[in-house]
Nanobody, 120 residues
Framework: QVQLVESGGGLVQPGGSLRLSCAAS????????MGWYRQAPGKQRELVAT???????NYADSVKGRFTISRDNAKNTVYLQMNSLKPEDTAVYYC??????????????WGQGTQVTVSS
């Protein structure tokens, strides 16, 4: 079994910064792509950023130039540095990871989510 645990969310003023972390643990043979998604109240979950195992990144247009995704493969951890935050960035942020397990195959795993609120 694989668990993803997010941390780093909270309340921040517009223009501020936060850094989210997501650590994968359990029976992990290899972690492929990892990513961050978000869901605001009344809206569908949307892509924020993804990163492959070799470091290639992809961002939603709304966060380009403000957010940076990175990962530490040795720790099976993905990060999201969020700068110049706006009220419209307020949402629950979820991480996911495409994981090959030692036993049980490969599957996409999701974390429980962490709340980010941007407000003055």
């Amino acid at each position: 079994q694989v668990q993803l645990v997010e941390s780093g969310g909270g309340l921040v003023q517009p223009g501020g910064s936060l850094r989210l972390s997501c650590a994968a643990s359990g029976s992990i043979f290899k972690t492929y792509a990892m990513g961050w998604y978000r869901q605001a109240p009344g809206k569908q979950r949307e892509l924020v950023a993804t990163i492959t195992s070799d470091g290639s990144t992809n961002y939603a247009d709304s966060v380009k130039g403000r957010f940076t995704i990175s990962r530490d493969n040795a720790k099976n951890t993905v990060y999201l540095q969020m700068n110049s935050l706006k009220p419209e960035d307020t949402a629950v942020y979820y991480c996911n990871a495409d994981v090959q397990r030692y036993y049980g195959g490969r599957r996409l795993n999701w974390g429980q989510g962490t709340q980010v609120t941007v407000s003055s």
